[in-house]
């Protein structure tokens, strides 16, 4: 059944129509301004058959694709990828080394959620900066925006389709 999913998911492009991610784009450079984190959003509509019938699975995938877009790569380890496998219905999060500690699965879960409703309601755009909101509150309270202190953006706003 997975399968078959993933081998008829619908195009995330169609879900994210240009204005849609111009939208994203601008929320998430607009939230990186605060702090010192960078996020990154990342949607597949489906795995290739291959790797549907290896097992892969989202929370696998999303770490492969961290891995690939190089979010893990930031100077201050503050990077959090954002990842939606549509064939899957899943959202996943991936926060770099510089959170351990500082933010539990409980506190990414509630922006997952976020887009979750989102999905639900038909308004993935709203649920997504939602999300950006969230998870920028938690980077603006472990990497604070510091005064005199040049920041790079170092990871590309505009969302990845994959």
């Known amino acids: 059944m997975r399968l078959l999913k993933h081998l008829f998911a619908p195009s995330a492009r169609k879900l ?19 702090h010192h984190g960078e996020i990154c959003f990342a ?5 290739p058959a291959r790797a549907v019938l ?6 696998t995938r999303a770490r492969q694709v961290f891995g690939e877009l190089g979010v893990w790569d930031t ?4 990077g959090v990828l954002v990842y939606l ?4 219905h899943r959202i996943e999060i991936v926060a770099d080394r510089g959170y ?11 922006a997952c959620d976020a ?15 939602r999300a950006v909101e969230m998870i920028s ?14 920041d790079e953006d170092e990871l590309p706003n505009r969302p990845h389709f994959l």
């Open 16 to 34: 994210f129509p240009a204005e849609c991610l111009e939208e994203i784009t601008r929320a998430i450079a607009t939230a990186e301004r605060r």
């Open 43 to 47: 949607v597949e509509a489906s795995l």
């Open 85 to 88: 496998l549509l064939a899957d």
């Open 100 to 110: 351990r500690g500082r933010v539990d699965d409980a506190q990414w879960r509630g």
């Open 137 to 150: 509150a938690h980077m603006e309270r472990h990497f604070p925006r510091t005064e005199g202190v040049h």
């Open 54 to 59: 290896a097992g892969v699975d989202p929370a």
């Open 75 to 78: 100077e201050l380890n503050s």
């Open 115 to 129: 887009i979750a409703a989102g999905l639900r309601e038909g308004e993935p755009k709203a649920g997504i900066l």
